[in-house]
């Protein structure tokens, strides 16, 4: 398992702090229980586990999509957070374009008004990542690669302090995969920025090696980081 550890120097502040905390739909049947978990400030996470082990349920509870079954969930007062889901999991069939989805509210759990222009900033952004020659298209008919480009570069342009993606190169070719990675440590080099990751492999979705690795096995949450196992110990590529 590649989680290789980044030397940053930057000060580190708490984002999230989790404590015994339950995730699922009903209380009954918690899909993953009794989770510590600190997010800190200028890291990168990824979280790996087996299809239907809690993955996406833990996002939603993280992000505030999702109220927590039992424990408490605090998120810092400065925290700004942006969710990138996975483009093969959208049904975008609204008349839309590319343009409109980007200029959209996008910080979750903040009061904010729509932007109504992108900035120089933006505009930059939108150019190198190779969006700009589709600006005008309709969403839905984005192929899947266009798509998730999309959603990436929506994230970004909110400037959060914490992005949540989903498997966020699984729709993209070798190419994309490097600017968009590129792109991506340089956000985190802007300081006070975290980005955490599901992720199925670890090198493809990240190349410069994670600060943290955790794993969700039979409804637990290990930091294999930390030295935390498994009672079923898988290996990742």
């Keep these: ?49 087996g299809n ?14 999702l109220p927590p079954l039992a ?3 605090t998120f810092s007062k400065s925290i700004t957070t942006s969710y990138v889901p996975q483009a093969k999991k959208m049904a975008l069939d609204f008349p839309l374009r590319v343009e409109d989805v980007l200029l959209m509210p996008k910080n979750i759990g903040l009061s904010f008004l729509p932007k109504s222009k992108f900035s120089e900033e933006d505009r930059e952004l939108i150019e190198r990542t ?19 480009k999309v959603l990436i570069l929506r994230s970004l342009l909110t400037k959060a302090n914490l992005i949540f993606l989903d ?41 410069f090696g994670f600060d943290e690795v955790l794993e969700i096995d039979e409804g637990k949450l290990f930091n294999i980081t930390k030295g935390e196992r498994p009672p079923n110990c898988h290996h990742h590529d």
């Design 130 to 148: 190779g969006v700009s020659s589709y600006l005008k298209k309709q969403i839905s008919l984005c192929s899947g690669g266009q798509l998730q």
């Design 52 to 65: 239907g082990a809690g993955k996406t349920t833990l996002f939603r509870t993280l992000t505030d999509l």
């Design 167 to 207: 498997e966020p190169m699984d729709s993209l070719d070798h190419n994309a995969r490097e600017l968009f990675q590129s792109v991506l440590s340089e956000y985190l080099k802007q300081g006070n920025r975290s980005l955490f990751f599901i992720t199925h492999s670890l090198e493809h979705d990240w190349g």
């Design 1 to 49: 398992m590649q989680a290789t550890k980044q030397n940053n120097p930057k000060v580190q502040t708490t984002f999230i702090h989790a404590d015994h905390l339950s995730v699922g739909y009903r209380k009954e049947f918690p899909v993953v229980s009794d989770i510590h978990l600190h997010i800190e400030s200028n890291k990168t996470y990824a979280l790996v586990g």
């Design 71 to 73: 424990g408490t969930i």
